[in-house]
C-alpha cells in the first residue's frame, strides 16, 4: 500500500550530507544538495553499485564503478554504460521529520 514513511530528524541529513536507510526491502539513498532533499534507490541498474559511494555533480549522481550518471530528481539514466532508470521517490519535511513516500 502506498504511504509515507518517516525516515530520521530533518536535521540530521544537512546540506552536502547522505545517508542509506533501508525501508522494506528498498536501500535507499537520501541526498541533501544545498537543502533540497532527494531520494533514489542505491543499487545501480548496470551492474549494482552502490550509488552512495559516488559522486554528486549538482543535481546528479555518478555510479562509483562505472560512471553512469542518473538524475537524483527523476532516476533518469543520463550517461551509460546503465541503461536503465533508478528508482525516485518524493519526500517531504513534516514536523521537522524527514518523510519518504513509498508507491506500493
Ligand atoms: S555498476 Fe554502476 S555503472 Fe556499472
Same mark, same amino acid.
Given at each position: 500500500m502506498d504511504s509515507w514513511h518517516d525516515l530520521c530528524a %530533518? *536535521? /540530521? +541529513?544537512?546540506?552536502?550530507n547522505r545517508m542509506v536507510i533501508p525501508v522494506g526491502n528498498i536501500s535507499l539513498l537520501l541526498i541533501n544538495v544545498n537543502g533540497e532533499i532527494f531520494a533514489v534507490e *542505491? %543499487?545501480?541498474?548496470? /551492474?549494482?553499485?552502490? $550509488?552512495?559511494e559516488g559522486s554528486v555533480e549538482g543535481t546528479d549522481v555518478i555510479c562509483p564503478r562505472h560512471g553512469a550518471r542518473f538524475c $537524483?530528481?527523476?532516476?533518469? %539514466? +543520463? &550517461?551509460?554504460? &546503465?541503461?536503465e532508470d533508478i528508482d525516485s521517490f518524493p519526500t517531504r519535511v513534516n514536523a521537522s521529520r524527514l518523510e519518504v513516500f513509498i508507491p506500493g
Open positions: %530533518v *536535521n /540530521d +541529513l544537512p546540506p552536502g *542505491n %543499487v545501480c541498474p548496470h /551492474d549494482g553499485g552502490e $550509488l552512495n $537524483l530528481r527523476t532516476g533518469e %539514466v +543520463l &550517461a551509460p554504460p &546503465a541503461t
